[in-house]
Structures are given as C-alpha cells and as structure tokens.
C-alpha cells in the first residue's frame, strides 16, 4: 500500500522486490573495497561513481536540506513513513523511494542496515575557499587528518558548536565517503567546505582576510587554548593523530595552543581536540 504523503509534488515510491534489480544499483555493494558507490573517478586508475550516501533517517533529512541533491533514495516503509515530511517538498518531485524488504535490501547493500534507509546524490562541483570563508570568523583547518570518523567527528562538533566552514590541506581523507557523512550525522553535508590546492602556502590567504592561524600542539612554545581564542577572525588548525601538524605548517600560524591537560596525557584525539577549541571561541564569542 502506498503510504499518504503530504499534499504537493513529492518523490515516486516504487517497489523493489528483485535485489538484482538494476535501478538500485546506486545503492549495492556498500562495504566493497572497490565497488562501493562512494568511491571518487580517480583518473589512469580505479574509477568509482563518486555519490554521496545518506545513511538513516537524520541523515537523509540533512541531504535533502543541502546543497547534495538526492536522486534516489532506498528504504523500507517504516523510514519512508517517518521522512514523509521530508519528501514532500517541491525539490524531490519525481525522484524516486525504492521501497524494499529489509532482507532485499540487505542484499543489495551487502549487510543489514538498521538505519532502514539510504539516499544518493551526485557531488556537486566543489566550492571555493574564498566561497566558504566569506563571512566566515570561525574555521577549522585540517591537515594530515585520514581518518573517516575523526573527520566526520570534526564536522558534527563544528556544526554544534558554531564552526562556518572547514578548510583542508594536504593528506586528508575524503570527507564524502559515507562513513565520514553517518559520523558527521549529515553534517558534512550542511558546512561548508573547500580544499587548498598550495599547503601550507595557502594558509597565506587566510592571514590576508584577517584570520588568526592558531596551531593546535602540546608542543613546545604553546600558550593555554583560553589565551589564543579571542581575536575578531579564527582558524584552528589541527593534524593527523600521532604525529599533529608539520614544524612548517605551525611556522606559518600566528600562535601555537595546547589543551592544559592532567596525569601524564600528552594529548587528546584530533576530533576531541577541535571540539574543545570550538567550544572555547564559541563561550568567549557568546
């Protein structure tokens, strides 16, 4: 039975009872090295589709609230029930709901998915750093940072705690793959983003538009968080767990900041780190 959806244009539910069927294809092999949908077109080499998948409900509503324009979404009744809302909406007329079993769709994506609902979107071109820093007085700037969770960490503790836009350097891992978006909990998708194409001499740019670089480091030479948070313009930059950021990187900043810590510990997770640093320019912004 199809369910009753507000009134307006709203998305087509179709059925899906052949796992095998090829207008889920979007969708399958979820957990595969190299044929997941979320792989990124890597030219003279591997080729992936490049979409972006929403996994859960929260998620999904965050997709279709952003500028990553689903075209397709997969799920049982229940998760189609409860995004009803969601769908309704002028932006989605057409696109279709495949609506499966949860045992269908376990083979199509390869696992059970307790979240009982997925959306896909094509990537859209990418936005520029001057884009995302316009307007901008709070920005995370990443280097080094490959992990998926920490990333998508980094994006859910900006987007609570007050962060415009994300910046990265060198060595990151994609923030697109859809295991950086669920721990972001669709975030990833609502702030902003763009990538230096020259680190760390881009980092220039940013002292140009009046930012205040602070490096994150237990290091040496670091001033207590609370001391380096107050300027009119900030950017936090944070490196890979274990080695942090590069000496010539932390040459470039205006500061270097440490987190005062207690019984020993050198250092805290990249993600943890940069929640605490939001956390204290957003207090001294309040």
């Known amino acids: 039975m199809t369910p009753t959806l507000p009134e307006g244009p709203a998305v087509d ?9 090829p207008r ?26 490049g979409l ?8 999904a509503q965050r997709m279709i609230a952003s500028r990553f324009a689903p075209h397709a979404f997969l799920g049982v009744d229940k998760r189609l029930r409860e995004l009803a809302g969601a769908l309704s909406g002028p932006r989605l007329a057409g696109v279709p709901f495949y609506r499966a079993s949860a ?3 376990a083979e199509v994506v390869g696992f059970h998915l307790n979240r009982g609902v997925l959306g896909v979107a094509r990537r859209p071109e990418s936005l520029s ?14 280097e080094g940072v ?10 859910r503790n900006a987007a609570g705690l007050g962060v415009d836009a994300v910046i990265f350097g060198q060595g990151c891992a994609d923030p697109l793959y859809r295991r950086s978006v669920r721990v972001s909990m669709g975030h990833a998708l609502l702030v902003p983003f763009a ?13 140009e538009q009046g930012f205040t670089l602070v490096a994150l480091t237990p290091g040496e030479g670091s001033v207590p968080l609370s001391e380096a948070v107050s300027a009119g313009k900030v950017a936090f930059l944070v490196g890979a767990e274990g080695p942090g950021l590069a000496e010539h990187t932390m040459r470039r900043c ?4 440490r987190i005062p810590m207690s019984r020993g510990t050198d250092s805290l997770n990249v993600a943890t780190a940069a929640a605490i640093a939001f956390y204290e320019r957003n207090r001294t912004e309040a």
């Open 129 to 142: 750093v001057a884009s995302v820093l316009d307007g901008a007085r709070t920005v995370a700037v990443l």
């Open 52 to 59: 972006v998948i929403a996994e859960g409900v929260n998620v």
């Open 146 to 155: 490959n992990d998926h969770e920490n990333i998508g960490s980094i994006f």
């Open 24 to 49: 889920v294809d979007d969708f399958r092999d979820l957990n595969s090295v190299d044929r997941r949908p979320d792989l990124p077109a890597l030219p003279g080499g591997r080729t992936g589709k």
């Open 254 to 257: 205006d500061v270097r900041a």
């Open 195 to 207: 990538r230096y194409d020259a680190w760390p001499a881009d980092l220039d740019l940013l002292a």
């Open 103 to 105: 045992e269908v769709m």
């Open 13 to 21: 539910v179709v059925d899906i009872d052949d796992p095998a069927d």
